[in-house]
């Protein structure tokens, strides 16, 4: 297996490739990391992938990684939808390197992340219908309802928001173009995995959940491409059993 260290125009990756497909056409995936993490830190879900006959990219989000600014996880924390709308913006300049690179083949392209990673890729399924499927670990669709809890819990603990009312709701206006509660209809039967601990008090399991339940039924013909698992004991950390399950997934639909 082939690990290269690379910069795509301004965005620093893994990429990870079976030796001897290096410059052939295969499926691709594209995984994101969470908030404080880094690239290398999602080595083991680009092994199981790759080892499937999969290309694997692992980009440094903005802010993280090698492009870290020492900035403290508060200022981090201030600036997390500035990092997730990066990432979404991000996607989709990686997937176009892909076509004119050469290395897609037949256009299959999945998705996944974790945590902040998770997050986004769900934002990445509201605005980009070329992507074929996705793995969501732990996750949230509801950008407006996090960010309006995430901006009340700072509030409550005394910190004054360094932003105005009206940029509050610019904001939220622009974080309502990519949450995909608001425009469920975006998954178009679309296969997706999710995994939630039960137990996750930094990405809380209910809202995830809820939605899966509200949306379900539109994959009534095919349920088996909405899957949702439940970690009874799990806090905010994906067991080996949900890796390799995300992994499964991408090879069912990209190389089946």
């Known amino acids: 297996m082939i690990i290269r260290e690379e910069r795509w125009g301004h965005i620093p990756l893994l990429h990870i490739v079976e030796e001897g497909y290096q410059d052939k056409q295969v ?5 994101l990391h969470g908030f404080t993490s880094a690239k290398e830190h999602n080595l083991h879900y680009a092994h199981n992938i790759a080892k ?3 290309r694997v990219l692992l980009p440094d989000a903005h802010l993280h990684g090698a492009r870290d600014e020492n900035l403290d996880e508060v200022q981090q924390s201030l600036r ?3 990092i997730v709308l990066t990432s979404i913006e991000e996607v989709g300049f990686l997937r176009e390197e892909l076509r004119t690179r050469g290395l897609i083949a037949m256009e299959k392209i999945g998705l996944g992340g974790t945590s902040m990673g998770g997050i986004a890729t769900l934002g990445c399924l509201t605005v980009y219908d070329w992507v074929d499927t996705a793995s969501v670990m732990m996750g949230a669709p509801n950008f407006v309802e996090l960010s309006t809890a995430q901006m009340a819990q700072f509030e409550r603990g005394g ?8 940029e509050k709701q610019g904001l939220l ?5 990519f949450d995909l509660a608001n425009h469920p209809s975006a998954l178009n ?6 995994w939630h601990g039960k137990q996750d008090t930094v990405v809380p399991y209910e809202p995830t959940r809820n939605f899966y339940e509200a949306v379900k039924k539109d994959y009534a013909a095919n349920p088996e491409r909405f899957v949702f698992v439940s970690d009874d004991m ?3 950390a994906v ?6 399950q995300a992994a499964e997934w991408f090879a069912s639909y990209l190389k089946g």
């Open 189 to 194: 039967n679309r296969p997706v995995y999710f």
């Open 52 to 54: 499937k006959g999969i």
């Open 27 to 31: 499926p691709v995936v594209i995984f």
């Open 173 to 177: 206006n622009t974080l309502s173009t």
């Open 234 to 236: 799990a806090g905010h």
């Open 239 to 244: 067991s080996r059993k949900g890796m390799l």
């Open 159 to 166: 910190f004054k928001l360094p932003i105005t009312d009206e």
């Open 80 to 82: 997390f939808w500035e």
